[in-house]
C-alpha cells in the first residue's frame, strides 16, 4: 500500500505560484497520481490527476519525475480563493483500487 | 454542487448506537466510495461498491458495513458507536472502476458520538 506524505502547511501570497510535493515512495508502475482540493466542511474536487511526465489542465499542472516516487502540484498565480486543503491520492491498480490520501496540505493565500 | 447527495448532514448519538449513513450517487456513476475523515487520521478510504457490488476494501472496521442497492444508492451502516468514530463521512462515486477515474464527493455526513 503505497504510503504518502505531504507538507502539513503552506502560505503563499496572491499572485503567485504555488508548489505542492507528494511523496509516494511505494508508488507500483500501474498506480495513477490524483490530486483533490478541500474547502472546510465540504467534500475533496478534483484539480488534476497524471501518471507520469506532466499533465496540464485549466488550473493547474502536476509534474512527475522518471521514478515517480513524488509528484508536485502547482498552482500557478494563485487567489485568495485558493486558500484550501490539497490532497494527493494514489491509486493502486490491478484489482481492488486501494485508495491511500495523502496527510494534507492546508495552502494559505494572503493579499 | 457535485451532484453526489448525502443523509443527513449533521448526526449527534450516544455511544453503543447504530446509524445508517445514506449517498446517492452521481446520475450514471456505478461506483460508490465511502470515507471517514477526523481530525487525527485524515482521509482514510473505507470501502468501495460498483454496481452493486463490493470492490475495495480499505481501513473499514468490523462494526461498520455497507451496501449498494439496485438504484446504485448506497448506505453505511456503523454500530457500536464509540467515541472515536466521530467523524466527517464522505461518499463519493465515479463512472466505473478503473484508477483513471474521477471521485465526485458528495457535502458529507458529520457524525457526532456522544
Known amino acids: 500500500l503505497a504510503k504518502t506524505t505531504q507538507p502539513i502547511s503552506m502560505d503563499s501570497y496572491e499572485g503567485q505560484e504555488v508548489n505542492i510535493t507528494c511523496s509516494h515512495n511505494?508508488?507500483?508502475?500501474?498506480?495513477?497520481i490524483t490530486w483533490y482540493q478541500q474547502f472546510p466542511s465540504q467534500g475533496p474536487r478534483f484539480i488534476i490527476q497524471g501518471y507520469k511526465t506532466k499533465v496540464t489542465n485549466e488550473v493547474a499542472s502536476l509534474f512527475i519525475p522518471a521514478d515517480r516516487k513524488s509528484s508536485t502540484l502547482s498552482l500557478p498565480r494563485v487567489s485568495l480563493s485558493d486558500t484550501a486543503v490539497y490532497y494527493c491520492?494514489?491509486?493502486?491498480?490491478?484489482?481492488?483500487?486501494?485508495?491511500?490520501f495523502g496527510t494534507g496540505t492546508q495552502l494559505k493565500v494572503e493579499l | 454542487d457535485s451532484g453526489v447527495t448525502q443523509t443527513p448532514k449533521h448526526l449527534i448519538t450516544a455511544t453503543g448506537q447504530r446509524v445508517t449513513l445514506r449517498c446517492s450517487p452521481r446520475s450514471g456513476d456505478l461506483s460508490v466510495y465511502w470515507y471517514q475523515q477526523s481530525l487525527d487520521q485524515g482521509l482514510q478510504f473505507l470501502i468501495q461498491y460498483y454496481n452493486g457490488e463490493e470492490r475495495a476494501k480499505g481501513n473499514i472496521l468490523e462494526r461498520f458495513s455497507a451496501q449498494q442497492f439496485p438504484d446504485l444508492h448506497s448506505e453505511l451502516n456503523l454500530s457500536s458507536l464509540e467515541l472515536g468514530d466521530s467523524a466527517l463521512y464522505f461518499c463519493a462515486s465515479s463512472v466505473a472502476v478503473s484508477e483513471q477515474e474521477t471521485q465526485y464527493f458528495g457535502p458529507g455526513t458529520r457524525l457526532l458520538v456522544l
Open positions: 511505494n508508488i507500483a508502475t500501474n498506480d495513477y
Open positions: 491520492l494514489v491509486e493502486e491498480a490491478g484489482g481492488g483500487n486501494k485508495l491511500t
